[in-house]
């Protein structure tokens, strides 16, 4: 039977997921049009700079700041050195992060181990009747809704965000009117890395730390970066929202392994019939909405 | 007189500006490693002639992914889907029919499953107007799908036939390759697979170079170039890509097919993202607007791999993911089409220089 508490907890676990593995892979997306392949891995570097810096006795949340400075500080490197290189090929760059990718994790594997020992889950749990659901899992969930509104504000209502637009629309434009892009474009890369890296500090007590676990989040990301559609931060929300609904319900009905097949299978749907992704369909529908009025 | 230009017609099929080598000393050159290549096994062991052979079935898989990004310009990351799916129903079938009849059958219907497969992710991507990244992402994660599902396959409710899909531990007793009729009949081992895979490999080579450089060769390579334009000039483009995209899927089909039964065994490593990624760094590092250079990079490659891996190194996928790295930064084209270029031009400078010193032209015709 499905109960209805679990299914809203249930909701919240993969509406945060989905939104945490996709926020960083989506703005990249979006504002540069490159598809970094190294996203799992930066991930997984968030998440032992995070495990690492908590078993040498740091405080949680600072070992968390850790995480995330390390995978910013890692994106720093990656744009100078390569995606820089290849904005006018984008396949190209896909290449090149994918391999990178792969020797990240081999090189963590060697340096590190097959795994490290891990943050116990914080916190505790949400007593409810005879049921209970992780407190840091669904604490996760608001924190994914911080972040989009974060991301939102960044990009919207700064200086740096309309420039980093601006960019993104038109760059010859944007130079011309005395923007330095490649600026726009490296802060633009390193702030995806960042939020990669909140993904795998946020998760590092929740998951096994272990070089392969990058790989754990990119379904998810790329199903709803490609679901999504153009407007990244509006259609990752949507995505979200769909996919972890679809996810949470046949979750709670069938198992994980069911609730993923489902969610597949709405993401399918959906490329299929709406080719220009959930965010293409809102703003369809609010362009029709004001030529009638 | 008329032997000469039936040699040249049937030489003239092959060639084109798509494909490097066209010239008789490229040709001439191809026949002696060719000879090599099938002298090998009598100078060595059934064991290497076998670990070669797993080479050549790799080289196949890379083909296959030439055709389909190098020269249609399609990055597909799941040439390992249809491989797998091919390896996995050639074991189905024949732990079923445990007969050479069952084995002649498999081979086909395993074929025609990765065809399938192909035929219909093609479909819903192209004739969806998916272009781009996202058939790379799409392609991506239909692997990494494969994987969990097939993952998850332990238990006994998941049996197909006799056949036990085994999760993880995956599907052992897969039988080796036999072809034959009635009581006669040729089982395919050691040294004998090392030739099939060979004569295969060299198939599937010339059968891409006739593809290539045929009229439809050519739209190909004009859907990579311009799409817009090659949809202009009446091509639909969507059939082209969905055509090529299958053919590579049978292709990648029919290696997996040789790997279930060069392993006599068969597991989801197949569909793993480091897996997806090997067919993606031969082509890159071989040059994948060439036929030759993805096969001469997957055989290098791997016999690279597997000597770090001999000696008990852990840094064999870190070179290769560097080495990748650096040829997409260095020489995007690729080895093998760059060392041709430099080959080609030394041999135009020495003809000159002859030309030069004798005062009378040469007739011997340039290669491309």
Redesign the interface.
Known sequence: MVNGVNLFFQFLDSFGFIVLSAIGLAIIFGMMGVINLAHGELIMIGAYGTTLSFNAGAPLLLAMAVGVISAAAAGLVIERTIVKRLYQRPLDSMVATWALGLAMTQMVRIIFGNSLSGIGLPLGAIQYGQFSYSMYRTLLSVVALVVLLGAYVVFTRTEFGIRARATIQDDDTARAMGIDTDRMYTATFVIGCALAGLTGALYAPALAVVPGMGSSFLVEAFVAVVTGGTSVLLGTTLAAGVLGTANAFFTNLYGTFIGQVAMLIVAILILRFLPTGLSGVVETVRGQMERES | MSEHSLIDRFRGRFEGPNTIGNSRGFWVGFAVALAVAFAYPIFVSNYQAGNLALFLIYAILALSLSVVWGYSGV?SFGQVVFFGFAGYTFGIVTLNIQSTVGIMMAIPIAVGVATLVAFTLGY?MFY???T???V???T??ST??LQ?FMA?TAGSEWAIGKAQLGGFNGMPGIPNIALGVGETSVAFSGKLFYWLCLVLLVLSYFGLRALTNGRFGYAMVGVREDEDRVEMLGYDIRKVKLTVFTVGGAIAGLAGVLYAAWGNYIDPTVFS??FA?FP??WV?VGGRESLLGAVLATVSLEWFRQQLAITGS??A??V???L??VV??VL?DGIVPYVHEKAVSAYREYNDEVDRSVGSSTEEEIPE
């Open positions: 990055l819903f969806g107007k998916v781009g990244v996202f790379a992402i799409i991506l994660v990494i799908v969990t998850q993202l480091t990624t993606v760094i890159t852990e840094y996928l870190v290769v993911g560097l990748l790295l997409v930064l995007p």
